[in-house]
C-alpha cells in the first residue's frame, strides 16, 4: 500500500544532487514534511542549501513589509533540530554575523557538533548599521 504524502514532489526518488531554496522556508506550513520530501528526491550524499536574509534570533524582527503575513522565522539551532529529525546525515549552518565583520561555521550530526568562527570583511556595500538589516544571515547545507 502507497503512504500518501502531504508534500509530494512529481519526481523519483534520489533524482538531484543539490536543492536549493532561498528565502521561501518561512513559507512552508509544514516544514518537517517538506524536509522528508526533499529529501526522498535528493541522491545519497546530495545537498539541501537553505538561505535567508534572517536567523531567526529573537533580537530582530524584519521590517513589515506586508509580505511575512504566517511566515515562521526560524533559528539556525531549529533547523539542525529539524533536519537532523527529519533524517539528513550532517547539517551546516553558516551564520553571517555583519555587525561583527564574523563567520560562525556550525557542523552537526547525530554524534555532535563542532563550531568555528572566522574573521570576515562584509565591506559588500551592505551598511551593517541600519535598522532594516538583519544582524545576521544564515545558509544551512543539510546533507542526505
Same mark, same amino acid.
Given at each position: 500500500?502507497?503512504?500518501?504524502?502531504?508534500? *509530494?514532489?512529481?519526481?523519483?526518488?534520489?533524482?538531484?544532487?543539490?536543492? !536549493?531554496?532561498?528565502? +521561501? $522556508?518561512?513559507?512552508?506550513?509544514? =516544514?518537517?514534511?517538506?524536509?522528508?520530501?526533499?529529501?526522498?528526491?535528493?541522491?545519497?550524499?546530495?545537498?539541501?542549501?537553505?538561505?535567508?536574509?534572517?536567523?531567526?534570533?529573537?533580537?530582530?524582527?524584519?521590517?513589515?513589509?506586508?509580505?511575512?503575513?504566517?511566515?515562521?522565522?526560524?533559528?539556525?539551532? %531549529?533547523?539542525? &533540530?529539524?533536519?537532523?529529525?527529519?533524517?539528513? *546525515? *550532517?547539517?551546516?549552518? $553558516?551564520?553571517? /554575523? =555583519?555587525? @561583527?565583520?564574523? /563567520?560562525?561555521?556550525? +557542523?552537526?550530526?547525530? %554524534?555532535?557538533? !563542532?563550531? %568555528?568562527?572566522? &574573521? @570576515?570583511?562584509?565591506? &559588500?556595500?551592505?551598511?551593517?548599521?541600519?535598522? &532594516?538589516? *538583519?544582524? @545576521?544571515?544564515?545558509?544551512?547545507?543539510? @546533507?542526505?
Amino acid at each position: 500500500k502507497t503512504k500518501t504524502r502531504i508534500y *509530494s514532489l512529481q519526481v523519483e526518488d534520489e533524482q538531484f544532487d543539490k536543492i !536549493t531554496a532561498f528565502s +521561501t $522556508v518561512f513559507f512552508w506550513p509544514d =516544514i518537517i514534511n517538506a524536509f522528508l520530501e526533499v529529501k526522498r528526491v535528493l541522491k545519497t550524499g546530495g545537498k539541501f542549501f537553505i538561505v535567508q536574509g534572517i536567523n531567526g534570533t529573537d533580537n530582530y524582527q524584519p521590517p513589515d513589509n506586508g509580505n511575512d503575513e504566517g511566515a515562521v522565522f526560524y533559528n539556525d539551532t %531549529e533547523f539542525r &533540530d529539524l533536519l537532523l529529525d527529519a533524517g539528513y *546525515s *550532517s547539517v551546516k549552518c $553558516v551564520i553571517r /554575523k =555583519i555587525r @561583527e565583520n564574523k /563567520k560562525l561555521i556550525k +557542523t552537526s550530526t547525530l %554524534e555532535g557538533c !563542532t563550531e %568555528e568562527l572566522v &574573521d @570576515e570583511d562584509y565591506t &559588500d556595500n551592505i551598511d551593517p548599521n541600519k535598522e &532594516d538589516i *538583519s544582524p @545576521e544571515w544564515l545558509c544551512v547545507i543539510a @546533507e542526505k
